[in-house]
């Protein structure tokens, strides 16, 4: 089995920071590429920003400039900097990891639980 727990959330005043990490345990081969989505009460789950092996990331428009997505490979996290927060950035954070169990495997999709980010003054 393959777990992904978040961490870091909770309350921050507009304009500050949060770091948020995602670690993977289990029984991985390789982890294709890492993400965080989020979801606002009322909208749909969206993409914030992805990393994919090799280094290369992707942002959603909205955070790009604020949020800083990285990983470490050795220990099978990704990270999310997020810097000059907005109210609107209100939501839950999930983790997201395409991972390998084998070598001979197919990546899975894989979530984590979750991690609320408040930003409100």
């Known amino acids: 089995q393959v777990q992904l727990v978040e961490s870091g959330g909770g309350l921050v005043q507009p304009g500050g920071s949060r770091r948020l990490s995602c670690a993977a345990s289990g029984s991985i081969f390789s982890i294709n590429g890492m993400g965080w989505y989020r979801q606002a009460p009322g909208k749909q789950r969206e993409l914030v920003a992805e990393?994919?092996?090799?280094?290369?990331?992707n942002y959603t428009d909205s955070v790009k400039g604020r949020f800083t997505i990285s990983r470490d490979n050795a220990e099978n996290t990704v990270y999310l900097q997020m810097n000059s927060l907005k109210p609107e950035y209100t939501a839950v954070y999930y983790c997201?990891?395409?991972?390998?169990?084998?070598?001979?495997?197919?990546?899975?999709?894989?979530w984590g639980q979750g991690t609320q980010v408040t930003v409100s003054s």
């Open positions: 997201r990891g395409v991972v390998r169990r084998r070598f001979y495997s197919i990546g899975q999709v894989y």
């Open positions: 990393i994919i092996s090799g280094g290369s990331t």
